[in-house]
């Protein structure tokens, strides 16, 4: 029967695959032209009736003076589909605008996607966080900053970050147009921790009377004794503990260690916050008591071997499950399982970050909104871009707080009614709508929104941007289970069981910082990380008695994988970085 | 003495002119063949011939923004890199073992399954066996490797259940997490994928063989044994040892995607392949340099095998490729 399934799901696949490909394929040339129709019409109703300041009736929105038809075409790094064809949204921005983006999505692998762009050279007008050094050595990118000076709103949205983003590359010239990290205003509450933690199921937590683990000891403490309470859920075998191996996304085997010693997530090294001296650790004490904490973990049977095997949609389907107590993760990594979850109306097994450190060591795991950017990041322009100068108009354009709104929010009275006097909560039928990913895809204008230059957290007068900004929107969206859980924790949102976030060196995160080609510095951080991949599994599984001579196995091998070339890169960057933001 | 020697230089010439001739006018004659030979070497020039010119990157720094011509040189330097990394060895150890694996494996059960097949009688459920055997070949790895790891999971899997049941194991074998276990189970992946497709031309072959063969085996007195040893394990020998020479070349292609995609950290050292060392430090670092080197040294490891193997069985049985 499971195999049945399994074929079935195996098939469903392929034929998903097959209609993806086929819909990419056919549907550009129809799309080019209801676009450019429906803007030349927009042209000749507006040539014919009134000038061009006459608002769109239906959204109030003023129309851009050149709405000639043009396509954008715009690679996107991540895996998804484009927006439907008949998206009202994105067909009444056409109209009010004469621009259409051609959405490209990652098919396959995307350093092999990268590498056959720049064989080719044959780049997409716009791409979104695609390795911009890459295509920068290739000489094909062109230097944003006259355009962005150029328009008003880009060039208020966009003043605070210029220095850092012409340090980003050669400290001459802005190559990137941050869409996500910018913002300039003021930033919204943190509700829950999207990114890293050590994560556990909400049960646990009520089951041990709302106790909040502090310390690595705690935390499994927790998770042996529910354990040992509920040997099964729903009929599943409880699993403690789960440690994600599958390929890159292998970071909640090997990234833990930074976090215990108080670190938020700057990747493969720690920085002193002191000195922001950057070294490995990989190899600290912190992290050799935390394998061995798992290795113990391992002989109580609080993990499973399986875990170091899986791949990541067994893994998403453990989670699903609701049989899995607790794991260290990125909130995003595991969205779907959560999503599956809430679905399966299984509250209690969803998922809150605990604030878990080394005894004595505050907890460091939110980013705080952090008013400053890499530098590196966000959507590139490409020398093959024809008409940029229109493309910067179209994204000064969407900045205006107006079309924002609708972007984010919708229609007043059809998506959304007011709370008080800035805030907004959706109503239920939009709330069906963003919950549901296809439905967000195909009937708001979120796509748009997530890979153009964007406002995000409040306004000066206090009003949330968007629905993921708005406090009320929060609450009012959360399920029974998980209001009365906040009740009884007595705080106001989930992220206020970790530490208040302090401001991160204007360095962070190091995970960021572009490494050349070929370089020593890039080839030691895939061999350290190579090293670490195959030896902390090793560990666990280890027979206690053997675990320290295999841990100075694995710290001598370290050593051997030119470490020093990396960290001195490092170190020469968060200087330089320092040195920019001064 | 001197003129009969003459005279035969002199009639060898003309031999040899009218040779010529002769071979000019055949030329003639097959004009139109010729003709219609030249898109295929069109194309064949395109598409083998010219990217070579793409190896000069190997002994280059190559940058794709300066391109072939002002990329810096560096000689041997990205050979010796390779050739000095313990990791690119122990990935060419890999890479040969489970090939010459799936190689031994591949042939022994394609034909072993060839010959069973060939030996039932009821047509009906000899088509659908064949079939149903070869489906597989048509999933991909993706596909493949998903079942493989369900099937051998700690966590309910198929097998680790089943021997279970049969008290063979008290408790569950970690099976893709032990490193002695890994080589197998891609030979054996590749077994369940590849068989049956594989099984095909010999199938064929089979079928081409003289029945009277048989018949005379049977007055002979042999039994089916005999007759699979004596008529058509020798029929089929042909077809065999061209399948081995042309397979031989591919013997540094272990495959990418079964050891991409069933690797984890804790079995590293023997899953990965050339191909994966290529991935990972070549294209993902932005070496291309490094990938066209350890390419370049596949392909003349894989030309040296197969003019090998080709020189060695035509002196043994005057069966050869070219």
Known sequence: MKMLRLVLAALLTVSMIFSVAACGGATQTPADSTAAASSAAATVEAASTAPAVEKDAETGLTPMADRSPVTFTLFIRDPGQAPSKDNPVLKKITELTGVTIDYQFLVGDLNEKIGVLLAGGDYPDIMFGADAKKFLDAGALIPVEDYINKYPNLKAHYAPFMKSMIAGFDGQHAYTVENYNAVPNKPAPIFEDGGVGFFMQK?????????????????????????????????????????????????????????????????????????????????????????????????????????????YDQYLARL??????????????????????????????????????????????????????????????????????????????????????????????????????????????????????????????????????????????????????????????????????????????????????????????????????????????????????????????????????????????????????????????????????? | MNMAVNELALQKKAIKLVDRRKLWNRYKSQKSLFFMIIPCMIITFLFSYWPLTGWIMAFQNFRPNKG????????????????????????????????????????????????????????????????????????????????????????????????????????????LGEQNYFWWIVAFSNVWKEMGWNSIIYIAAMSAIDPQLYESCEIDGGNRYH????????????????????????????????????GRGLVMDVSETIDIFVLKYGITLGNYSLATASGMLKSVISIVLIAVTNYISGRMDEESVF
Not at chain 1, 207 to 224: H, Q, R, S, V, W
Not at chain 1, 283 to 289: F, L, M, P, Q, R
Not at chain 2, 234 to 250: A, E, F, S
Request: aromatic share 12%.
């Open chain 1, 203 to 311: 049960a646990v937590i009520q089951d041990a009377g709302n106790k909040i683990p502090k310390t690595l000891d705690e935390y499994f403490k927790m998770i042996e004794d529910y354990k040992a309470k509920y040997p099964t859920i729903d009929g599943a075998k409880t699993i403690g503990f789960e440690i994600l191996c599958d390929g890159w996304r292998d970071f909640c085997l090997r990234n833990p260690a930074q976090h215990l010693m108080g670190a938020g997530n700057d990747g493969d090294v720690y920085v002193d916050p002191n000195t922001l001296v950057a070294s490995l650790y990989q190899i600290t004490d912190s992290a050799k008591a935390y394998y061995k904490k798992l290795n113990d973990e391992y002989h109580k049977g609080i993990i499973e071997a399986e875990t170091f095997t899986e791949n």
């Open chain 2, 68 to 175: 072939y011509l002002k990329s810096t040189f560096v000689g041997f330097e990205q050979f010796k890199f390779l050739f000095q990394d313990h990791i690119f060895w122990q990935d060419f150890r890999n890479t040969l073992v489970m090939s010459v694996l799936n190689l031994i494996f591949g042939f022994v059960f394609a034909i072993g399954f060839a010959l069973l097949l060939n030996e039932i009688r009821s047509l009906g459920f000899k088509r659908i066996t064949q079939t149903a055997s070869y489906l597989p070949h048509f999933l991909s790895w993706v596909i493949v490797c998903s079942l493989i790891s369900n099937i051998l999971s700690t966590y309910d899997g198929t097998l680790n259940n089943l021997l279970m049941w049969l008290g063979l194991i008290d408790k569950p074998v970690l099976w």
């Open chain 1, 320 to 582: 699903s499950s609701g049989a899995v107590l607790g794991m260290f993760d990125q909130g995003w990594n595991f969205g779907n399982a959560t999503n599956a979850l809430k679905s399966a109306g299984k509250f209690e097994r969803t998922y809150v970050a605990v604030p878990i450190a080394n005894p004595g060591v505050k907890d460091n795991y939110i980013d705080p909104p952090s008013g400053t950017i890499s530098g590196t990041g966000g959507l590139t322009v490409s020398t093959n871009c024809k008409n940029p100068d229109r493309l910067f108009a179209f994204w000064d354009w969407l900045l205006n707080r107006e079309v924002q709104d609708y972007l984010q929010w919708g229609v007043e009275g059809k998506d959304w009614t007011k709370v008080g006097t800035v805030d907004k909560v959706l109503t239920p039928e939009r709330r069906e709508i963003m919950r549901d990913n296809a439905k967000k895809r195909d009937q708001t204008g979120d796509t748009l929104w997530q890979y153009t230059p964007k406002m995000q957290g409040l306004y000066d007068d206090g009003a949330p941007c968007g629905p993921g900004d708005s406090a009320d929107e929060y609450l009012a969206s959360q399920s029974e289970f998980d209001q009365k859980f906040l009740k009884d924790m007595n705080i106001q949102f989930p992220a206020q069981i970790l530490s208040t976030p302090t401001q991160r060196p204007a360095y962070y995160p190091v995970w960021s910082f572009p490494l050349e080609d070929g370089s020593p510095a890039k080839v030691a951080t895939n061999k350290i990380a190579d090293t670490c991949r195959k030896y902390y599994p090793q560990m666990i599984l280890a027979d206690p008695s053997k675990y320290d001579a295999l841990w100075d196995k694995f710290v001598k091998e370290i050593a051997t994988d030119n470490p020093n070339g990396f960290l001195d890169e490092v170190n020469k960057q968060i200087k330089q970085r320092m040195d920019a933001a001064k």
């Open chain 2, 227 to 262: 007759k699979i040893w004596h008529i058509t394990l020798p029929g089929i020998r042909p077809t065999i040892i061209v399948l081995l020479i042309m397979n031989i070349g591919w013997i540094m292609n272990a495959g990418f995607e079964i050891q991409y995609l069933l």
